[in-house]
């Protein structure tokens, strides 16, 4: 299993504005991570509230990170296509991994915040073919030399885009699957790496999914050992189980706080039949303690043993090949963080890398 650390910062309006320095923060923990071991970072992308709205440019952090480190992946998770002209995506992360010399994970997604997709102007009823669309759009651009094209929502003369990106064909391709059975079996018809967010769904569920998503690539003709399985978790090492669990539980609650309020903007609009399953599971999980939260593997938070074991079956259910731990959790001090990533590393990691990651 490989480890990464996944950043989506949350401050609900109680707590105020992001301070000023964290994206810098963000950066010096990226050089921590690189020197503790980590095989990445994967970047969120929001916008205009306190749900991640820091992170609106991950192509530009990305370009920071890529400055100070030299073998840390950057990957985003995700970036939100359906918000965005596909050239301008196709420009931006092509340069990110130019700049990086090859390091970038190119983790996509439709979006599920409903406000934002109004604000980009990719409602729900049509962001999924947009996404499939400006997909579409920026592989063959990184592909193809001269591209021209007229779809439904994106029409271009024949043109070159610039840069070409360092890794051929194209850079990795990682798919965020989260409700719908169909989105599981397309990633795996295309043979792109698999992203979860396990915290909106019971294990047996996600267990399911991901079975599909290996039939789908078996079917297709891909090698599923040549594919990853990643889980976005909160992740808090801690040095004994009830300060862990402490911590893990303000850091929801200011989660699901920021999340709540940026949801309750819309709450008045009707939802796409497509789009109901994932508002059935945010609904449920806010009901969740955190308790039951770490009972049901959810959330990973306590002492390095407990935290290991919960890992090492967590990889055995969902065939996990990557973790991307969210340790900058809400009400953390940044100093706290970065020990939290000492511990992390030191103390968990080494008990998985007997296992060859993927490549």
């Not at 299993?1 to 910062?9: A, E, Q, S, T």
């Not at 997604?109 to 409602?123: I, K, M, S």
């Not at 059935?280 to 939260?293: A, F, H, Y």
Request: hydrophobic content about 45%.
């Amino acid at each position: 299993m490989r480890f990464g650390l996944f950043y989506l910062p949350t401050y609900p309006s109680a707590v105020g504005p992001a301070p000023a320095g964290l994206l810098r923060e963000l950066v010096e923990q990226a050089v921590l991570a690189e020197e503790l071991g980590f095989a990445g970072i994967w970047l969120a992308e929001h916008h205009f509230h306190g749900f991640g709205g820091v992170l609106s440019s991950p192509a530009a952090v990305g370009c920071a990170i890529a400055a100070r480190t030299r073998r840390l992946r950057i990957g985003t998770a995700v970036a939100l296509l359906p918000y965005h002209h596909p050239l301008r995506v196709a420009e931006d992360y092509a340069t990110l991994d130019v700049l990086s010399d090859g390091r970038l994970d190119f983790g996509v997604g439709t979006g599920f915040l409903r406000w934002e997709n109004e604000v980009w102007d990719a409602p729900l009823d049509t962001a999924r073919a947009k996404f499939a669309e400006a997909l579409a759009i920026v592989l063959r651009t990184w592909t193809e030399e001269e591209v021209a094209y007229q779809g439904q929502f994106t029409r271009f003369p024949s043109l070159t885009v610039l840069p070409r990106p360092i890794q051929r064909p194209h850079p990795p391709v990682w798919l965020a699957a989260t409700t719908t059975p169909e989105s599981f079996q397309l990633a795996g018809r295309r043979g792109y790496h698999l992203m979860l967010i396990p915290f909106l769904h019971e294990v047996a569920e996600l267990r399911e999914k991901v079975a599909l998503y290996r039939e789908a690539l078996r079917e297709a003709g891909h090698d599923p050992t040549t594919r990853e399985v990643l889980g976005a978790y909160h992740v808090y090492v801690g040095p004994d189980r009830a300060t862990s669990r402490a911590v893990a539980a303000e850091g929801l609650n200011r989660y699901r706080a920021a999340a709540g309020e940026i949801h309750a903007r819309t709450a008045h609009l009707p939802l796409p039949e497509a789009f109901s399953a994932h508002a059935r599971s945010r609904g449920e999980v806010r009901t969740l303690d955190i308790d039951t939260l770490l009972a049901q593997r959810r959330v990973i938070a306590g002492p390095p043993a407990e935290c290991i074991e919960v890992l090492a079956s967590l990889r055995e259910d969902l065939g996990l090949t990557y973790l991307a731990a969210n340790v900058c959790l809400g009400g953390l001090e940044m100093t706290e963080v970065r020990r939290a990533m000492e511990r992390l590393a030191t103390r968990v990691m080494p008990a998985f890398q007997r296992t060859a990651p993927v490549s």
